[in-house]
T-cell receptor, first 119, second 114 residues
Framework: DTGVSQDPRHKITKRGQNVTFRCDPI?????LYWYRQTLGQGPEFLTY????????KSRLLSDRFSAERPKGSFSTLEIQRTEQGDSAMYLC?????????????????FGPGTRLTVL | GDSVTQMEGPVTLSEEAFLTINCTYT??????LFWYVQYPGEGLQLLLK?????DKGSNKGFEATYRKETTSFHLEKGSVQVSDSAVYFC?????????????FGKGTHLIIQP
């Protein structure tokens, strides 16, 4: 399977604990994105990387959240001191950005997500 | 900021019925517009897209036209099948400036009955 993979698929933790999720993008994709989706809502953008550089961060990404992509391949999303409000599905996506004209689109391919439950 | 509003579900239709799922947006400039679909137990998949005004995106019998004057991107299909049952998300991407995150609507759950 050459799609986007995420690990773990499910995580249950207690409030105050730290958690880390991993995303492996499609090979050769240079952009990687993190989204959060709560029940009954659409995904909300958190941040994205181009290679190892973090280019955009949403206001939703509080100080307790940190994302890395150290070698420009896989990425990790860490949540420190988890709160019950952090319970959600965390989605990763990747895309291949190629030089193109205005209004081009680099399709984002989504992984299956990691479901976090904070007790 | 940018936002997407789509009709709430669930939407329940009989097989072969005509489908419309409404989507309107608020954004600065001329965003790119998308419909994503999430089938049961699967991840989000791009269904169709339109990158400029009056463009029509189409795929698998679904169509949507980018209407700048009404800031809309309604999804339509002439004859739905049971296999179309899924959650459909309308989304936009703001143009330029390095922004590449998508803004999604809340999703519309579509149920097709045989």
């Amino acid at each position: 399977d050459t799609g986007v993979s995420q690990d773990p698929r499910h995580k249950i933790t207690k409030r105050g604990q730290n958690v880390t999720f991993r995303c492996d993008p499609i090979s050769e994709h240079n952009r990687l994105y993190w989204y959060r989706q709560t029940l009954g809502q659409g995904p909300e953008f958190l941040t994205y990387f181009q290679n190892e550089a973090q280019l955009e961060k949403s206001r939703l990404l509080s100080d307790r959240f940190s994302a890395e992509r150290p070698k420009g391949s896989f990425s990790t999303l860490e949540i420190q001191r988890t709160e019950q409000g952090d319970s959600a599905m965390y989605l990763c996506a990747s895309s291949l950005l190629v030089p193109a004209g205005e209004n081009s689109y680099n399709e984002q391919f989504f992984g299956p997500g990691t479901r976090l439950t904070v007790l | 900021g940018d936002s997407v509003t789509q009709m709430e579900g669930p939407v329940t239709l009989s097989e072969e019925a005509f489908l419309t799922i409404n989507c309107t947006y608020t954004a600065t400039g001329y965003p790119s517009l998308f419909w994503y679909v999430q089938y049961p137990g699967e991840g989000l998949q791009l269904l169709l897209k339109a990158t400029k005004a009056d463009d029509k995106g189409s795929n698998k019998g679904f169509e949507a036209t980018y209407r700048k004057e009404t800031t809309s991107f309604h999804l339509e299909k002439g004859s739905v099948q049971v296999s179309d049952s899924a959650v459909y998300f309308c989304a936009l991407r703001s143009p330029g400036g390095g922004a590449d995150g998508l803004t999604f609507g809340k999703g519309t759950h579509l149920i097709i009955q045989p």
